[in-house]
């Protein structure tokens, strides 16, 4: 059973920088597709950036792509999100996921694991 630890969460004005990070408990890290959604009060989990296995692909919203980097570190089994230039609406609560898929990335049904969340606040 995979188990994700998300850190890094916090309060930054607009403008800044956050970097998340979230650690797998599993030996096949390598071999597994890694994702942010975000979830802000009253609305629905949605994607934000995801990193397939096979070579390394991203993949980015709208909303986030040109700001927030998606990167993974296998010997580590960590996957990161850099956010720049945040803005207010990028306060929600962050999630990792992990799949063993390489498609269908955009979708929360596609992951089977969950971290706990963490909380990125972004003030005027």
């Known amino acids: 059973q995979v188990q994700l630890v998300e850190s890094g969460g916090g309060l930054v004005q607009a403008g800044g920088s956050l970097r998340l990070s979230c650690t797998a408990s599993?030996?096949?890290?390598?071999?597994?597709?890694m994702a942010w959604f975000r979830q802000a009060p009253g609305r629905e989990r949605e994607f934000g950036a995801a990193?397939?296995?096979?070579?390394?692909?991203?993949y980015y919203a709208d909303s986030v792509k040109g700001r927030f980097t998606i990167s993974r570190d296998n010997a580590e089994n960590t996957v990161f999100l850099q956010m720049n230039r945040l803005k207010p609406e990028d306060t929600a609560v962050y999630y990792c996921?992990?799949?063993?898929?390489?498609?269908?990335?955009?979708?929360?049904?596609?992951?089977?694991?969950w971290g706990q969340g963490t909380q990125v606040t972004v003030s005027l």
């Open positions: 599993v030996r096949t890290f390598s071999n597994m597709s």
């Open positions: 990193i397939s296995w096979i070579g390394g692909r991203t």
């Open positions: 996921a992990a799949s063993q898929f390489t498609s269908l990335l955009a979708i929360t049904t596609t992951y089977e694991a």
